[in-house]
C-alpha cells in the first residue's frame, strides 16, 4: 500500500522559506503521481502542486507559482515541496497526496487515493 508521510513543517516567518518531504511508509512512492495539497484553517482542501512519476511535468496552483517548487527524487523515494517568499496566506496543514496514475496530473483531491496525515504550516507576520 502506499502510506505517505510528511516532515519539515513548523512556524517560519513571512518572507522565509522552508522545504517539506514526503516519504512512504510501506510501498515506494515511485511509480505515484504526487501531490500536494493544503487546507487553511475553517477552509476546504485546495490544491498547491502535483508532479509526475518521473518528475519531467509539474503543476502549480496560481497563487503558489514562483514561489514553491515540487521536486522528486526518486532513488531516495522522497518528494519535496520547497516553499519561499512564504506568506501568511500559505498557514494551512500541507498534505502529501499519490495517484497510481503517473502521468496524470490533476487539481481535484478526490482522484488522489492514499493521503498523509498532514504537517502543520504556521506563517507568521
Known amino acids: 500500500q502506499v502510506q505517505p508521510v510528511e516532515s519539515g513543517g513548523g512556524l517560519v516567518q513571512a518572507g522565509g522559506s522552508m522545504r517539506l518531504s514526503c516519504a512512504p511508509s510501506?510501498?515506494?512512492?515511485?511509480?505515484?503521481?504526487m501531490a500536494w495539497f493544503r487546507q487553511p484553517p475553517g477552509s476546504e482542501r485546495e490544491f498547491v502542486a502535483a508532479?509526475?512519476?518521473?518528475?519531467?511535468?509539474?503543476s502549480y496552483a496560481d497563487s503558489v507559482k514562483g514561489r514553491f517548487t515540487i521536486s522528486r527524487d526518486n532513488d531516495k523515494n522522497t518528494v519535496y515541496l520547497q516553499m519561499n517568499s512564504l506568506k501568511p496566506e500559505d498557514t494551512a496543514v500541507y498534505y502529501c497526496a499519490a495517484n497510481p496514475n503517473r502521468a496524470y496530473i490533476t487539481s481535484n483531491p478526490a482522484v488522489y487515493n492514499y493521503w498523509g496525515q498532514g504537517t502543520q504550516v504556521t506563517v507568521s507576520s
Open positions: 510501506g510501498r515506494a512512492l515511485t511509480t505515484n503521481t
Open positions: 508532479i509526475t512519476s518521473t518528475g519531467y511535468t509539474t
